[in-house]
């Protein structure tokens, strides 16, 4: 897991450029689009903005990808990400995921970030994260950017 705010990347130096530069491209396209999918420059690597409303954290599931970086950026609002590398035993990460993603209900050894607006966390393929969480168990709406680069 990585975090970190569109505003300081420059002072982010261990931030491998590809995933500086395609975070950047995201937050571009974000400014001028509306909600939806759209292709970025690299081969296979796409942007989701959308509008989403956290929810209290027992309400959420937890996931993990198996072939895709998955890039939470907060547009705007609040929310807490749960996240853990504790995988349940039931989980074989050699195995395919159907559509590169598996849910949990309850997981190990969860902790979780508060992210505000700008703030950004990169899950690598087999870290577990529970996004959309509400802060106190307040629901509110957040819009989300989340940047899916393909492992090579």
Not at 2 to 24: A, C, H, Q, T, V
Not at 127 to 146: D, F, M, N, W, Y
Request: proline fraction near 5%; charged fraction near 30%.
């Amino acid at each position: 897991m990585f975090f970190g705010n569109i505003d300081k990347l420059d002072s982010l130096p261990l931030l491998e450029l590809r995933y500086r530069k395609l975070i950047e491209e995201a937050w571009k396209i974000a400014q001028n689009e509306t909600l939806g999918k759209f292709s970025l420059s690299e081969k296979d690597a796409f942007v989701i903005i959308a509008m989403s409303e956290c929810e209290p954290r027992e309400q959420r599931k937890a996931e993990v990808h198996q072939r895709y970086i998955d890039v939470q950026i907060l547009k705007s609002g609040c929310e807490e990400i749960g996240f853990t590398n504790v995988l349940p035993p039931q989980i074989d990460i050699k195995n395919p995921f159907e559509n590169d993603i598996v849910f949990f209900d309850r997981v190990n050894n969860e902790k979780f970030i508060k992210l505000d607006s700008k703030d950004f966390v990169i899950f690598y393929p087999g870290q577990i994260h529970r996004p959309l969480c509400a802060i106190k168990g307040q629901s509110t709406k957040v819009e989300k950017i989340i940047v899916k680069i393909p492992m090579y």
